[in-house]
C-alpha cells in the first residue's frame, strides 16, 4: 500500500513563497516519477510539476520560472517550491505516483494566495 502525505500549505501574500512537502510511505520503485497537481475553486484538477526518476523534471506553462520542484535526501521526499506566487496559485495541492496498477493521491493541501 502507498500513502502519500502533503504540508506546508497555508496563506501566502502575492510575490511570497510556500514549500510543499510530500512524503511517499511504501514500496515505490526509486526511479517512479512524482508528481504535483492542483485544483482550483471550481476548476478540475491539473498537472503542475513531475520529477522523474533521474530528477529530470517538469512544469506547466503557468509555473515555470517560479515553482521548483525537487527530491528530498530521505527516500520519497519530493518538496514544490513556490515562489512569486500569484493569486491564480490559489487552489488545492496534491501530489501523486502510479506505482503498478494503482493511483495513489494525498489528502491534499490547500494554498491560498491573497492579501
Known amino acids: 500500500q502507498v500513502q502519500l502525505v502533503e504540508s506546508g500549505g497555508g496563506l501566502a501574500q502575492p510575490g511570497g513563497s510556500l514549500r510543499l512537502t510530500c512524503v511517499v510511505r511504501?514500496?515505490?520503485?526509486?526511479?517512479?516519477?512524482i508528481n504535483w497537481y492542483r485544483q482550483p475553486p471550481e476548476k478540475g484538477r491539473e498537472l503542475v510539476a513531475r520529477?522523474?526518476?533521474?530528477?529530470?523534471?517538469f512544469y506547466v506553462d503557468a509555473v515555470k520560472g517560479r515553482f521548483t520542484v525537487s527530491r528530498g535526501s530521505a527516500n520519497h521526499v519530493v518538496y514544490l517550491q513556490m515562489n512569486a506566487l500569484k493569486p491564480e496559485d490559489s487552489a488545492v495541492y496534491y501530489c501523486?505516483?502510479?506505482?503498478?496498477?494503482?493511483?495513489?493521491w494525498g489528502q491534499g493541501i490547500q494554498v491560498t494566495v491573497s492579501s
Open positions: 511504501g514500496d515505490i520503485a526509486s526511479n517512479t516519477p
Open positions: 520529477i522523474f526518476g533521474g530528477d529530470k523534471v
Open positions: 501523486q505516483v502510479n506505482e503498478g496498477s494503482g493511483s495513489y
